[in-house]
Nanobody, 120 residues
Framework: QVQLVESGGGLVQAGGSLRLSCAAS????????MGWYRQAPGKQRELVAT???????NYADSVKGRFTISRDSARNTVYLQMNSLKPDDTAVYYC??????????????WGQGTLVTVSS
């Protein structure tokens, strides 16, 4: 019942900025954590940043100081502000959410991804 939709990807020059958004829709669920992952061609998917319900955040070393993850719990939306983008940031960025169904049980869902391309 949970669906994630990412947006905000695009083409930017090195040093530029993008803001990604991911909105969770559905019903009968509670989001505990949301995060951003990315996958470049020929590479494994890697964690970029996560944020949990208590507000704690984690960042990959490669993006610390440049990316900021935030969450609007009321709208079940997570954002990723990406500054000082580098060509190595080029990837498809996927939103992830973990939570609980109101009745019982856990879930994990992924969005379709949004492509970020950073040119030299």
């Amino acid at each position: 019942q949970v669906q994630l939709v990412e947006s905000g990807g695009g083409l930017v020059q090195a040093g530029g900025s993008l803001r990604l958004s991911c909105a969770a829709s559905g019903s009968m669920f509670i989001i505990n954590a949301m995060g951003w992952y990315r996958q470049a061609p020929g590479k494994q998917r890697e964690l970029v940043a996560t944020i949990i319900s208590g507000g704690s955040t984690n960042y990959a070393d490669s993006v610390k100081g440049r990316f900021t993850i935030s969450r609007d719990s009321a709208r079940n939306t997570v954002y990723l502000q990406m500054n000082s983008l580098k060509p190595d940031d080029t990837a498809v960025y996927y939103c992830n959410a973990r939570g609980l169904w109101v009745q019982s049980g856990k879930f994990e869902v992924w969005g379709q991804g949004t492509l970020v391309t950073v040119s030299s």
